[in-house]
């Protein structure tokens, strides 16, 4: 192997962190674009224009005016109003209280309260049966007993949907990029977790060997190479650098073995496991299920380094590796 070969080896690897930084900026700049690509007041449509124009409405961006406003259940800050329009329709709005108090600084502020209107703005919502009941149970307390409703005349009084200024409506622009900004948040962290992981145990591999004489290992014409698997067999260890640098002395392996891996039913990949002196087992390699014969081949040139190294998944290998772990 060339010098800048073994270098990509055995030094840390950065292209991850790369990556998740690019990743991490590229977030930033989907919020940011969320925060500005947010729907313009000038495309909300009139709630009823909605109403009686077209179907399938929920979702919609909206705007209704209207003339005063009758909360009936609220918390966190989110109240649901029965709200009055010019006409006396009374509609079901979904506001934030600084709506509710923008709303009323307003009508304190209007010079002509008689005729006064404030906008709203929200989303168009579907009302669930649990807030249909509530909406009913609530009307008389508001308007009078006089006014009491039943299940029966509801629609004579309300629609089947109500405005929500709190919630997000149908796939926008700032939806698609605050999805992207989590898609992206979520790869990142994913990516630095692998690269602390592999960096983690590329530093503890190099404290524990000399880093020349891994050198001269890698450099040596006897080392052979499985760069598909991410392998080096050199004369003394076991070079892997799957999910980070790892060397392993022949003399320390204890045991090694393959395990199909399955999705459904259906083997997809094949790894060589090694049991080794410190009791962990270790992942060396791993492979599509059509390139077992490489991992056999694996584990025929490792078993030649030491002859004592237990080969394959049988019931006396475990047996065998059982009483390994009571002697330790």
């Known amino acids: 192997m060339t010098k800048s070969e073994i270098n990509k080896i055995l030094k840390p690897k950065t292209p991850l962190l790369y990556v998740a930084i690019s990743l991490i900026v590229l977030s930033v700049i989907m919020y940011i674009l969320a925060a500005v690509v947010k729907p313009s007041k000038d495309d909300a449509i009139d709630y009823r224009k909605l109403l009686f124009n077209y179907d399938n409405i929920s979702g919609e961006y909206t705007k209704l005016e209207v003339t005063s406003v009758s909360s009936f259940a609220g918390k966190d800050n989110l109240t649901y109003y029965y709200a009055q329009d010019e006409d006396g329709y009374v509609y079901i709005v979904r506001i934030t ?7 009323e600084r307003e009508y304190k502020r209007s010079t002509d309260q008689d005729n006064f209107t404030y ?35 509801y629609d004579e009084y309300f629609q089947d949907t109500y405005i929500d200024e709190t919630l997000t409506g149908k796939i926008t622009l700032n939806i698609f990029f605050i999805g992207a900004g989590v898609i992206s948040d979520i790869a990142a962290v994913i990516m630095l977790i692998i690269y602390f992981v592999s960096l983690g145990r590329s530093k503890k ?8 004489i891994l050198y001269s290992q890698l450099a040596s014409s006897d080392t052979v190479c499985y760069k598909r698997e991410k392998l080096y067999l050199t004369n003394q260890y076991v070079i892997t650098v799957n999910n980070g640098l790892r060397v392993l002395n022949y003399y320390d392996i204890i045991w090694l073995y393959n395990v199909k891996n399955s999705v459904n039913g259906i083997p997809t990949t094949i790894t060589l496991s090694a049991a080794y002196s410190d009791r962990r087992i270790y992942t060396i390699a791993s492979t599509a299920v059509s390139n077992e014969n490489t991992l056999i081949e694996i584990m025929s040139r490792i078993h030649e380094k030491n ?7 049988t019931d006396e290998n475990i047996q065998a590796y059982r009483q390994f772990q009571k002697s330790c």
């Open 97 to 103: 209280d600084k709506t509710f108090d923008d709303m």
């Open 119 to 153: 906008t709203i703005y929200g989303y168009v919502r579907d009302v669930y049966p649990d807030l249909k009941k509530f909406i009913i149970s609530e009307f008389d307390d508001v308007f009078g007993s006089e006014y009491k409703i039943t299940s029966k005349d």
């Open 205 to 212: 591999s190099l404290k524990s060997y000399d880093y020349d």
């Open 307 to 313: 002859s004592n190294i237990l080969v394959g998944y």
